[in-house]
């Protein structure tokens, strides 16, 4: 069993920066690939970047590209998301998520879930 958990959220301006980060416990997720999602209040939640196993390889929603950036540290267990050039729409619930086998962007397919943390963005 992997538990999940998220801080880093907050209030922030628009064009400020928040990084988030996704601690894992109960056994490694070295193994796994993680992405982040996010859900904004009466919105189907939505992918917002993923990262392969060893970090070699990383996968963004378009609305994101070159605002935020997926990282991780295997040794600490840790993936975090930078997020740069905020803007109010960026405003969710971010959750990260370990995926074993599937694909990055389809949140069903993703094994276990963080309980998320509130980002706000004012303009």
């Known amino acids: 069993q992997v538990q999940l958990v998220e801080s880093g959220g907050g209030l922030v301006q628009a064009g400020g920066s928040l990084r988030l980060s996704c601690a894992a416990s109960?056994?490694?997720?070295?193994?796994?690939?993680m992405g982040w999602f996010r859900q904004a209040p009466g919105k189907e939640r939505e992918f917002v970047a993923a990262i392969n196993w060893s970090g070699g390889d990383t996968y963004y929603a378009d609305f994101v590209k070159g605002r935020f950036t997926i990282s991780r540290d295997n040794a600490k267990n840790t993936v975090y998301l930078q997020m740069n050039n905020l803007k109010p729409e960026d405003t969710a619930v971010y959750y990260c998520a370990a995926l074993l086998n599937g694909s990055y962007d389809n949140g069903d397919e993703y094994n276990y879930w963080g309980q998320g943390t509130q980002v706000t963005v004012s303009s």
């Open positions: 109960g056994r490694t997720v070295s193994s796994y690939a």
